[in-house]
């Protein structure tokens, strides 16, 4: 039995070895010159490379069609992932949130352990080879055709991964290749991605983000970031950071995983979520009793660089804040608890995952196996299923993979 496995990440070398582990013989082609490349730079070259969360918590944090991935994750746990890289000298660490990276922080420690288990399982593995396209026959692969000629086998896994970080080699080719095996992909989207804001709206009018700029690499903590789209809204608690076209840090990237469907998006940012508007008006009127102006005191309730910014925002910063009036201070507190960013996804180029990809209901979940093409298996990222950030994405990567290889073998 040969097996050819296309993309060598994570969830292909886990397809690869797993197949070779199960008797099959293993070819795994891979366009670039190295295995991995999307794992190295992964976590901030540190490789968060999977959670520890249990089994419910996990899949909580599964955005895009958890239940499919359920027999993956149970056949090949985060338990499995972490005895896998300790065994093979890869000691780990869990750090805030259940987030676990090698002790080393070197993602290159992953990325080497994969290709040591690659080539002592006897994989065949080709790199600089990219997949063209698949020759049909009967409905079934008879081989690949490639940059390099064509690779003939008896059953294929492709593993081509999503669409963001294209330099990485995951540009989204694997796509026309489901297509040429019958399969639906349901359009790629931007997830774990920042937003860019086109304005800023304050009760008093609405600014381009020419006029209004941004204050750039500030990072908040302790802020609410609620989403409003096609009529739902979504809130999240935790920290945001303005970048010079928008807004990022963990709680935009969650957001976008939910909007990225969606129509229209607005933001709406509290920068005192701890406050409500009544304790947050009492707080104002103890603040402005001296004669200084608004924009001085501003930084007593916002940090330093966001003050200045929120000043150049409001028609009454100049003015003495004993002379604020009640009116105004509503408005300061409508500004300060809801300012409203009209915002679109930054490009699937700059996203941290495709959302999207080769339909589930044309997968088996219990074996990774086309239902169209029988001699075709899917894992990875190029599948439909996303996750937020947290080592979930890999895990999956690598669960789907271990479920693609090991019944690729059996075929
Ligand atoms: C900056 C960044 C940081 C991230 N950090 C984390 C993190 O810390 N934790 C986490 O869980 N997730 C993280 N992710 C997401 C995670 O890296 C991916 O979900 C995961 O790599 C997907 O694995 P995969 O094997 O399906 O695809 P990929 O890792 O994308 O691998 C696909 C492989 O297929 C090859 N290929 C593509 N097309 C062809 C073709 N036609 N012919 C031959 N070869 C081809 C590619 O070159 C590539 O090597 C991060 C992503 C990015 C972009």
């Not at 040969?2 to 199960?22: E, W």
């Not at 976590?43 to 996990?58: L, M, P, Q």
């Not at 229209?264 to 001296?290: G, H, I, Q, Y």
């Amino acid at each position: 039995m040969r097996v050819v496995v296309i993309g060598a990440g994570p969830a292909g070398s886990m397809a690869a070895l797993t197949a070779a582990a199960n008797g099959a013989e293993v070819i795994l082609l891979e366009r670039n010159e190295k295995i991995g490349r999307k794992l190295y730079i992964s976590g901030k070259g540190r490789c968060n490379v999977t959670n520890s969360a249990d089994f419910a918590d996990f899949t909580d944090k599964i955005v895009t069609n958890p239940k499919f991935v359920f027999g993956a994750l149970k056949a090949f746990s985060n338990s499995d992932t972490e005895k896998f890289f300790t065994d093979r000298g890869v000691p780990l660490k869990t750090e805030r949130g259940g987030r676990v990276f090698p002790v080393s922080d070197k993602a290159s420690d992953i990325v080497d352990a994969l290709f040591l288990e690659l080539k002592k399982r006897g994989v065949v593995l080709k790199t600089g080879v990219k997949v063209d396209n698949f020759v049909m026959e009967n409905g079934k692969i008879t081989a690949l055709a490639t940059s390099a000629g064509k690779f003939f086998g008896d059953v294929f896994v492709l593993a081509t991964g999503g669409k963001s970080y294209p330099g990485t080699g995951s540009d989204g080719s694997g796509y026309a290749l489901a297509q040429c095996a019958g399969h639906t992909i349901i359009e790629p989207k931007p997830a774990l991605s920042a937003f860019a804001v086109t304005s800023v709206k304050t009760p008093y009018r609405v600014f381009g983000l020419n006029e209004s700029g941004l204050p750039t690499g500030v990072s908040l903590k302790n802020i609410t970031l609620t989403a409003s789209f096609d009529g739902k809204r979504r809130s999240e608690f935790g920290e945001a950071l303005f970048t010079d076209d928008g807004i990022s840090g963990p709680v935009a990237l969650t957001l976008s995983s939910y909007v990225n469907r969606a129509k229209k998006v607005a933001l709406f940012l509290d920068f005192k979520p701890a406050l409500d508007e009544k304790t947050l008006d009492a707080r104002l009127l103890r603040e402005f009793v001296s004669n200084k102006r608004l924009k001085n005191v501003l930084p007593a309730l916002l940090p330093q660089s966001v003050a200045a910014w929120y000043a150049k925002l409001l028609p009454f910063s100049e003015k003495p804040c004993n002379s604020v009036t009640k009116e105004e201070r509503k408005n300061l507190i409508a500004a300060l608890k809801n300012l409203e960013f009209v915002a679109v996804l930054k490009p699937i180029e700059e996203a941290i995952v495709t959302s999207g990809g080769v339909k589930t209901s044309e997968i088996d979940p219990k074996t990774m196996r086309s239902k169209i093409t029988e001699n075709l298996y899917f894992a990875g990222e190029i599948i439909d299923v996303d996750a937020l950030t947290g080592g979930y994405n890999i895990q999956i990567a690598l669960s789907t993979g271990y479920l693609a290889g090991k019944n690729a073998a059996e075929n």
